[in-house]
């Protein structure tokens, strides 16, 4: 019995191992608690790309499977989280993160444990410039494209005076400060006539709306999102804020902010966004048609985020050949990758991916809050120089 015992855990053991030896496992970390509304969306959208590479033989001959963590929007549980995941569940590569702040932190642990980490969603430049390495590359175009992308249009505009209204978190900070640098530069005449920070998730509308009115700006440059955005937009329709002014402002398009404004959208609003329903591109057409089977549901930008991480991440490990850390660094520089926006390259100087955006007016239809007028801009044409990259980020 006692032998019989032993050489039935030895054969679990050898089968449980055998198993492993046919998967690939990919680490993900995310902040499914803290922001829902775009990381909901967003697991859907890395479910959809796992289904598919498997169908299609999954990757070097073997099982793609992800294993996923939730951060609570907090930067030390997602360090503990990517901490387990390498080493318990033996990931051989990390993906993922939402805020700024927590991207930082999990690409500082991915350069101290030499483990690549692809970051899916974090818009600070830093994440690719000031705190860039070899092991870090990103999905999505950082705040400095999105700038660009906005400021080029801004500047279009008679407004001299402009305020802001960012979130007082890395993410806030960043986007503020580079379009503002970017605005300058096209039309030095403008001033800056005041600034509001509120907490992320704790915003006073009110008050906020009360002390940019206050400075009366000619435009406003707006960075908040998701909940904020909700009362932002209620209590500065309330009190006239936005009439017969300009604003513009970072990621409202998107599906996940503008769809909770509803009929309370304001109009003509210059957004970064993703109009899922007003896109012409045929690999977009598969994709829809594909989410849509899967889900009955349409995406939403996180959809797209989530979908393309985990494509990047197949790709990268097939074009090495292998799941050695040092080989995907290497297959990562300069790797094409086709997605629902035709293909992305992701740059080898910075492993920034040159994914785009929509830039387009808010506008309201049939009650919703919606994205017209919208153009997508390749992510390649507003990244930072080769120069600025060369200046901003640590030698490897």
């Known amino acids: 019995m006692v032998l019989a015992g032993a050489l039935g855990g030895a054969f679990m053991a050898a089968t449980a191992s055998f198993a492993a030896a046919q998967t690939i496992k990919i680490g993900e970390i995310n902040s499914y608690s803290g922001l829902p509304a775009f990381t909901e969306p967003y697991r859907k959208g890395w479910q959809l790309a796992v289904e598919e590479i498997n169908a299609a033989g999954g990757v070097l001959g073997k099982k793609f499977e992800v294993v996923s963590k939730d951060d609570g929007g907090k930067p030390a549980d997602a360090v503990t989280a990517a901490n387990e995941l390498v080493s318990s569940d033996q990931v051989v590569m990390l993906t993922g993160t939402f805020f700024s702040h927590i991207g930082l932190a999990v690409s500082d642990f991915a350069k101290q444990k030499k483990v690549l980490f692809l970051a899916a ?46 979130p007082n978190y890395e993410y806030g900070q960043s986007a503020v400060a580079v379009f503002k640098d970017l605005l300058s530069k096209k039309r030095p005449d403008i001033q800056w006539v005041a600034e509001q920070w509120p907490t992320q998730g704790k915003i006073e509308a009110g008050a906020v709306v009360q002390a940019i009115a206050a400075a009366e700006p000619e435009a406003i440059l707006n960075v908040t999102f998701g909940p904020d955005l909700v009362k932002l937009v209620r209590e500065g329709n309330t009190r006239g804020l936005f009439e017969k002014r300009a604003v513009v402002s ?39 048609k594909a989410y849509q089977a899967k889900y009955n549901d349409y995406p939403r930008l996180g959809s797209l985020v989530g979908y393309m991480t985990m494509k990047s991440a197949a790709a990268i490990i097939a074009k090495a050949g292998s799941t050695d850390t040092d080989k995907m660094v290497a297959a990562a520089k300069g790797l094409e990758v086709p997605s629902p926006f035709g293909k992305i390259v992701f740059r080898a100087s910075d492993g920034q991916s040159t994914l785009g955006a929509f830039v387009g007016k808010t506008a309201v239809k049939d009650g919703k809050g919606v994205m017209v007028d919208s153009v997508y801009r390749d992510g390649a044409a507003y990244m930072p120089s080769e120069d600025m990259v060369k200046a901003l980020r640590p030698a490897d």
């Open 121 to 166: 969603e974090p818009l600070t430049d830093a994440v690719t410039l000031a705190k860039g390495h070899k092991y870090v590359l990103r999905l999505r175009p950082q705040n400095y494209a999105q700038a660009a992308m906005l400021a080029e249009e801004a500047a279009k505009l008679p407004a001299k005076k402009w305020a802001t209204i960012a």
């Open 250 to 288: 970072f990621l409202t398009g998107e599906p996940e902010y503008i769809d909770p404004l509803k009929d309370e959208t304001p109009a003509g609003w210059i957004v970064t966004g993703y109009p899922w329903y007003d896109v012409k591109m045929p690999e977009h057409a598969a994709f829809l």
